[in-house]
């Protein structure tokens, strides 16, 4: 689904309630980035209460609320 969304939908130049519109209130907003916003796609948790896998869609914004940029984040 996430390569259908990035390949196939124009995310880049969509207003921020755009954005919203077409895929719900994201999961996380950055306090460290406040012009960036994220969206998960995958948490394992594997067996214990601590993620030890997470791929996130990061979205970020121009001075503009526009969508600049994105890209997939994985941490491991």
Do not use: A, C, R, W
């Not at 995310?11 to 994220?38: D, F, Q, T």
């Not at 209460?49 to 994985?74: A, T, W």
Request: charge should be negative; avoid cysteine; proline fraction near 4%.
């Amino acid at each position: 689904m996430i390569n259908d969304l990035t390949l196939n939908h124009k995310l880049i130049g969509l207003s921020k309630i755009e954005l919203v519109e077409l895929l719900g209130e994201p999961e996380n907003y950055s306090n460290v980035e406040p012009n960036s916003i994220y969206y998960n796609i995958v948490t394992d948790y594997g067996f214990d209460i601590d993620p030890v896998y997470i791929k996130n869609l990061k979205i970020e914004f121009n001075q503009s609320n526009q969508v600049k940029s994105f890209k997939i984040e994985e941490t491991k």
